[in-house]
C-alpha cells in the first residue's frame, strides 16, 4: 500500500539547485550575444549613416561646382550683342578693359590656386552673367587658410557689376553656401608630392593626435583641394591670375596659347563631426573623400 504514495511523491520532484544554476547560465550566454549583436549593429548602423550623411553633403557641392564650371566663359565677347565689344575682342584679356568688365560677357577663369577659383558664366540659365568664387576657409574662417583644419569650402555667387567698370577680380563676394568637415589642405611643391597641408584640430579616443593619426591615411590631410590640367591632362602649375599676361592666355585659352586649363578637379576629403560622428565600435571619426572633375566647355 505504500509503494504508490513513494511513486506518487517522486513524480512530484522539481529541478534541483544544479539545474537551475546551469539554465540560467546558458540563458544570460545566449542574452548577452543577443544584445551584443543588437549594440553592434546599432552602433555600426550609426557609423554608415554617418559615411551616408557626409557622401550625401559632398556630392551635392560636387556636382554643384561642376555644373558652375561647365558655365564658365559663357556668354564670352564674341557672343556679345554689342559691336564695339565684338570688334574688340581679343586675344588676351588683360589688354581689353571693356571687354572684362562688361557685365553681358563671362571672361571664363580668373584665378585659379589650389584653394581658391574665381570664374565668370550665366550658371542658372537666366543669361544673367555671374562671379562665382569657390575658397577654401581654415577653422578660424581665415583665407588663405593657415592656422588649422576641420575647414570649410565657402561658394559665393554675384552678378557681374551692372556698372560696366569693375574688373573680373574686384567683384563682390556673398558666400552664401558651405560644406564644412574639409581636412585636405595641402599645396603640391618642396620634395613632396604634396606639400604638408594643415594640422587637423583635436586628439583620438585614445590620445593619439588628430592630424598625426588621420596622416596615416594617404594624403588625408595634404591633398590639394583644387588642381587644373591642361588638354593632354598634364597638371597645370598654379596659380594662375588673369591680371598677368602669361596666365591669362593659360586660363582664357585664345587661339595664340599652346596649352591652357580644361579641366578642374575638385578633391574634397571629409570628417565626420568629433562629437556626434565618432563610431563608437571603433572609436574612430569615419572619413569619405569625394572626387568631381569639370571639363571648360566654352574654354
Known amino acids: 500500500m505504500k509503494k504508490p504514495a513513494q511513486l506518487s511523491i517522486s513524480l512530484q520532484t522539481g529541478f534541483s539547485l544544479l539545474e537551475l544554476v546551469l539554465v540560467c547560465a546558458i540563458l544570460s550566454i545566449v542574452l548577452a550575444a543577443v544584445f551584443t549583436g543588437i549594440s553592434t549593429t546599432v552602433q555600426r548602423s550609426q557609423a554608415e549613416q554617418t559615411k551616408v550623411d557626409l557622401t550625401q553633403e559632398g556630392r551635392e557641392f560636387v556636382d554643384e561646382f561642376e555644373r558652375d564650371l561647365h558655365q564658365a566663359g559663357y556668354p564670352n565677347c564674341r557672343m556679345s550683342g554689342t559691336a564695339l565689344l565684338a570688334a574688340a575682342c581679343p586675344a588676351d584679356f588683360s589688354t581689353n578693359t571693356l571687354g572684362e568688365q562688361y557685365s553681358g560677357t563671362a571672361v571664363?577663369?580668373?584665378?585659379?590656386?589650389?584653394?581658391?577659383?574665381?570664374?565668370?558664366?550665366?550658371?542658372?540659365?537666366?543669361g544673367t552673367v555671374y562671379s562665382i568664387q569657390y575658397r577654401l576657409v581654415d577653422k578660424d574662417n581665415n583665407f588663405p587658410p593657415t592656422t588649422a583644419c576641420p575647414c570649410t569650402l565657402q561658394r559665393s555667387e554675384v552678378a557681374k557689376n551692372p556698372a560696366n567698370n569693375v574688373a573680373p577680380w574686384a567683384q563682390g563676394t556673398n558666400f552664401s553656401q558651405e560644406?564644412?568637415?574639409?581636412?585636405?589642405?595641402?599645396?603640391?611643391?618642396?620634395?613632396?608630392?604634396?606639400?604638408?597641408?594643415?594640422?587637423?584640430?583635436?586628439?583620438?579616443?585614445?590620445?593619439?593626435?588628430?592630424?598625426?593619426?588621420?596622416?596615416?591615411?594617404?594624403?588625408?590631410?595634404?591633398?590639394?583641394?583644387?588642381?587644373?590640367?591642361?588638354?593632354?591632362?598634364?597638371?597645370?602649375?598654379?596659380?594662375?591670375?588673369?591680371?598677368?599676361?602669361?596666365?591669362?592666355?593659360?586660363?582664357?585659352?585664345?587661339?595664340?596659347?599652346?596649352?591652357?586649363?580644361?579641366?578642374?578637379?575638385?578633391?574634397?576629403?571629409?570628417?565626420?563631426?568629433?562629437?556626434?560622428?565618432t563610431d563608437l565600435q571603433t572609436n574612430v571619426r569615419p572619413v569619405t573623400t569625394m572626387v568631381g572633375t569639370a571639363r571648360l566647355v566654352n574654354n
Do not use: H, M
Request: a negative charge; aromatic letters at 8%; one cysteine or more.
Open 108 to 126: 571664363g577663369l580668373v584665378y585659379v590656386s589650389n584653394t581658391k577659383v574665381i570664374f565668370e558664366g550665366a550658371v542658372d540659365g537666366s
Open 179 to 277: 560644406l564644412q568637415n574639409v581636412v585636405n589642405s595641402g599645396v603640391p611643391g618642396g620634395t613632396a608630392q604634396y606639400g604638408g597641408g594643415l594640422p587637423i584640430t583635436g586628439n583620438t579616443q585614445w590620445g593619439a593626435t588628430n592630424s598625426a593619426y588621420y596622416a596615416a591615411v594617404t594624403t588625408f590631410k595634404d591633398y590639394p583641394v583644387f588642381q587644373a590640367y591642361d588638354q593632354s591632362g598634364n597638371i597645370v602649375q598654379l596659380p594662375r591670375d588673369l591680371t598677368v599676361s602669361a596666365d591669362s592666355q593659360l586660363l582664357t585659352c585664345e587661339i595664340s596659347s599652346i596649352t591652357c586649363i580644361k579641366s578642374i578637379r575638385l578633391t574634397i576629403n571629409l570628417l565626420a563631426n568629433a562629437t556626434t560622428g
